[in-house]
Structure formats: C-alpha cells, structure tokens
C-alpha cells in the first residue's frame, strides 16, 4: 500500500493534509492518534468510500480512484462497529458476504470453513448473530473481511469495546494474521499497539506526526513517552 500526498478537505476544514505512507507486505501498521485525528478519515479513502481531495492511494499496484474494482478486491475491511447481518446466522452471513466479494460459488462453502477454523468460530457458524457476544461479533467481523483472500486487511479499532480476555484473544488473532496478511489497523489504545503493531504512524489534527518501528520505540524509550514527545 501507497499513499502519496493525501488530503481531505470538507470546506475550510482540514481532515486529512498531504500525507504520504509506505505499508509493507506482511507487516501490521498501527495509524496512533486521539479522535479526530484523521485515522478513520484515511481508512474511509483508502476503502474507497471517500474520495480524497488531493493525492492518491495504490493498493498492491492499483489506484483506489482510477482502478476501484482491481483495489477493493485486495482489501478486507473490518468497520467499527462490526457490519453484520442480524437476521443471518453466522455461516450464512459469510456465505453471503463470500458471494458478494466474487468467490466462486463452488469455492464458497471451503471459503467459509477457513476463515471459521481461522478465526475459530466453526461452532459458531449456525449461531445467529444476535446472540454473539462482542468478541464474537468481532471475530466474525474479522471472517467477513478475509473471506476472499485479500492482500491487505483493514481494522478499524478492532479492540474498542472488548473486555481485558477479549483484547488479548483480539490481539493475538492479529498477530496470527502477520506475514499471511498485510494489516492495517487504527487504535488510540497504546498498551494493545505495542503489543501488536510492527511500525507505528502517529496522527495528529489530520497530519503524519512520527513514523517508527516497535523495535526502534523498544529500544530507546516506549511508546507512551514518544507519543506524548510528539503531541
């Protein structure tokens, strides 16, 4: 994933100002920042649900704007809160969302059993979606989005709203996903990022305020002193 000279604009307000970000295959990329920082604003463009105002994005070679279908069919997004079906059960959710991301209809049903073995929710599949907790939900948020196979999965806050058991379960799902995957994710929690991120990019007030890895944060100081250096 590139990005090159992103920004977004509404009127006079500045979400999003000349950004410019360099995503690893195989990596997990932690976007750092309090509310408004602009996370969800470059997840939203990088999804392709907003158009940026200048720059542009390329996902494994193919321009989010000039290419969307090529882009979109190597991402996987995991929105906050998690987008399920509520009158489906669990399997027939991910069947249905399989369909809908062009898997093969003889590919489907094996298309499902992965991604239950590898988020391991198989004895959840005939569970309807009401009656999962939230670590449920967004474990099967995390199937819908891989479902297809793509090339870079996208989680928007995937701890927000868990309890303490939920967050380190979450956590390692994530990081059980590196090097298959390409992560990106968005959190404002430190203590989850240090855990699970390779390299950390701090937003704030819709700019790129530092860019490091773990291992280079680890070794010189941690990330909650580096955050607050740079806010």
């Known amino acids: 994933m590139t990005a090159r000279g992103v920004g977004k604009r509404y009127g006079p307000v500045v979400a999003l100002d000349a950004l410019d970000l360099d995503i690893a295959p195989g990596e997990v990329f932690c976007l750092l920042g309090p509310n408004g920082s ?25 321009d989010v704007q000039r290419q969307p ?43 499902v059993q992965r991604v ?14 009401p009656t999962l907790s939230r670590g449920y939900r967004q474990r099967v948020a995390l199937a819908q989005a891989l479902v297809h196979e793509p090339s870079l999965l996208i989680l928007d806050e995937p701890s927000n709203g868990l309890d303490p058991r939920q967050i380190i379960e979450m956590r390692h799902l994530i990081r059980s996903l590196a ?11 430190l203590p989850e990022v240090a855990k699970t991120a390779d390299r950390v990019a701090v937003l704030l007030g819709g700019r790129l305020r530092g860019l490091r890895s773990m291992k280079d944060v680890s070794e010189h100081d941690d990330l909650e002193d580096w955050f607050l250096s740079l806010a």
């Open 38 to 62: 602009g996370k969800t604003t470059f997840i939203r463009l990088l999804a392709g649900f907003l158009s940026p105002s200048a720059g542009h994005i390329a996902v494994a070679g193919f």
């Open 69 to 111: 279908m090529q882009a979109r069919a190597r991402i996987g997004y995991a929105p906050e809160p998690a987008p399920l079906y509520r009158h489906l059960r669990v399997g027939e959710f991910l069947a249905f969302m399989a369909r809908l991301r062009q898997v093969p209809a003889r590919q489907v049903d094996e298309a």
């Open 179 to 189: 090097g298959r995957y390409t992560v990106l994710m968005s959190s404002h929690i």
């Open 116 to 129: 239950a073995d590898q988020l391991e929710i198989r004895h959840k599949l005939d569970a309807p979606v």
